[in-house]
């Protein structure tokens, strides 16, 4: 059974602060690594993919991926309130597999 | 671009009833996913169509079921409605493998009562 964890949170935060979401998978022939945010009440919207080790910047946001330690991380720089929801970590194999999803961590960004 | 859309957005409906969602994914995609998601289990693997095929299924009972048309369409047919089935059910698409990533429509929220 492919396993996708997340810490549940919620995480707490203060404005301006770093926001670091962890997530652990158990497939060690996952290509895929995807992080998803979703507002209460919305669908999941896709703000980070990684597939390669190291890290990866977009804007205030960076994902990290260590396939060794089956370990990937999303960061959120100088976070902001509009930044509280909860964040989905996916993960896809190669090929026609489906996308499997962690229960996400909420993260609450105090003003 | 129009993005996936997902009709009706929201449902009520009587145990024992049936009910059928549909899902228009993004123009060009033409792989279909569907997920139900439920505050205590997440978002949960229903099954995936490709080019009118089912590629993918996931642990849910036969009273599931889908299907993809020519255009790409997909609907899902939820049989016998149980109390448990209330739930936020999401469709997603991708191009083809999905190695890009999948955009999800607005979902259709039922209730079984």
């Known amino acids: 059974q492919k396993e996708v964890e997340q810490n549940s ?5 203060p404005e ?9 998978y158990s497939d060690r ?12 009440g919305k669908s999941p919207e896709l703000i980070m993919s990684i597939y390669s ?3 990866k910047e977009d804007g205030r946001f960076t994902a990290q991926l260590n396939k060794a330690s089956q370990y990937v991380s999303l960061l959120i720089r100088d976070s902001q309130p509009s930044d509280s929801a909860t964040y989905l970590c996916a993960v896809k194999n190669s ?17 | 671009k129009a993005g996936v859309t997902q009709t009706p957005r929201y449902l ?13 994914p993004i123009s060009g995609h033409r792989s279909v996913s569907w997920y139900q998601q439920t505050p205590g289990q997440g978002l949960q693997f229903l099954f995936e169509y490709f080019s009118e095929t089912q590629r993918n ?11 993809q048309f020519s255009n790409s369409r997909s609907e899902m047919n939820v049989s016998t409605l149980e109390l448990g089935d209330s739930a936020l059910y999401l469709c997603a698409s ?17 209730t079984v009562v």
């Open chain 1, 9 to 13: 949170g919620p995480l707490s935060v």
């Open chain 1, 16 to 24: 301006g602060a770093i926001a670091s979401l962890n997530c652990t």
């Open chain 1, 29 to 40: 022939v996952s290509q895929s690594f995807f992080w998803y945010r979703q507002y209460s």
């Open chain 1, 53 to 55: 080790n190291g890290d």
């Open chain 1, 95 to 111: 090929g026609n597999t489906p996308l499997v999803f962690g229960k996400g961590t909420r993260l609450s960004v105090i003003a």
């Open chain 2, 12 to 24: 009520i409906k009587t145990r024992g009833q049936q009910v059928t969602l549909s899902c228009s």
């Open chain 2, 57 to 67: 299924k996931g642990n849910f009972p036969g009273r599931f079921s889908g299907r």
């Open chain 2, 94 to 110: 991708s191009l083809g493998a999905g190695v890009d990533g999948y955009t999800f429509g607005s979902g259709t929220r039922l």
